[in-house]
């Protein structure tokens, strides 16, 4: 089995990768790459798109690169090849961005991306430091995992999800703020799971043997 990261320069991947290799090898699920490749993308098992930025860069990063943003819409939409977007990856999954000018995502999820307006005004904008995950819909990609368990977010936009069932779970910042989405063979985390410790290392063994 091969698991493709992309790179499409939107963030450092060396922790990622590193993350997935490990876990790769702890579950016999193959090898993991860190690729720009559309050919590679294209004929990978499992596909990983990260980022790190505002969401209008990072979308204007994916589509530029030749063939690549192709290759990704084909393996996920046509093929069903599972799909996990980190981050500003997850957040490029939604129907439109509102970071700084609006932006058309993948559409995959339906909602927007907006900034995160916290209830109490001490709470700053980055969200940034550990949370309490609290799960909101059963899902293979939690097996192992609790509510209350702590993942590490960075991020000062969040994905307001139009349709409940695909918010997965959240944390409280003054607010609900989504965590995890998902649907079919596709999901996204806001939080940094290479970043998470144990708790982002057994949600990545879980995508990595995730049968959809």
């Not at 990704?72 to 977007?85: H, S």
């Not at 916290?118 to 609290?134: T, Y």
């Not at 509510?147 to 997965?168: C, I, K, M, N």
Request: hydrophobic share 40%.
């Amino acid at each position: 089995m091969l698991t493709a990261i992309i790179d499409y320069e939107s963030g450092n991947l060396h922790s990622a990768e590193k993350a997935f290799q490990r876990m790769a090898l702890e579950t016999g699920t193959g090898e993991v790459v860190v690729t720009a490749d559309p050919d590679t993308v294209a004929r990978a098992d499992r596909i990983v798109l990260p980022g790190d930025g505002a969401f209008p860069a990072c979308a204007a990063a994916l589509r530029g690169r030749s063939g690549l943003f192709e290759a990704l819409r084909e393996a996920v939409e046509e093929r069903g090849r599972p799909f996990l977007g980190i981050c500003v990856g997850m957040q490029l999954m939604a129907t439109i961005g509102r970071e700084f000018k609006d932006t058309d995502g993948l559409g995959w999820i339906a909602g927007e991306v907006v900034k995160i307006e916290p209830a109490d005004p001490a709470l700053k904008v980055p969200h940034m430091g550990w949370n309490d995950l609290v799960i909101d819909h059963d899902h293979a990609v939690f097996d192992g995992i609790e509510t209350g368990q702590h993942a590490y977010f960075v991020h000062s936009y969040h994905f307001r999800v139009s349709d409940p069932s695909e918010r997965l779970a959240h944390v409280d910042y003054g607010g609900d703020v989504t965590a995890v989405i998902g649907r079919d063979t596709m999901l996204g985390m806001q939080f940094h799971p290479e970043k998470s410790q144990s708790t982002g290392l057994r949600l990545i063994s879980n995508f990595l043997t995730w049968r959809p």
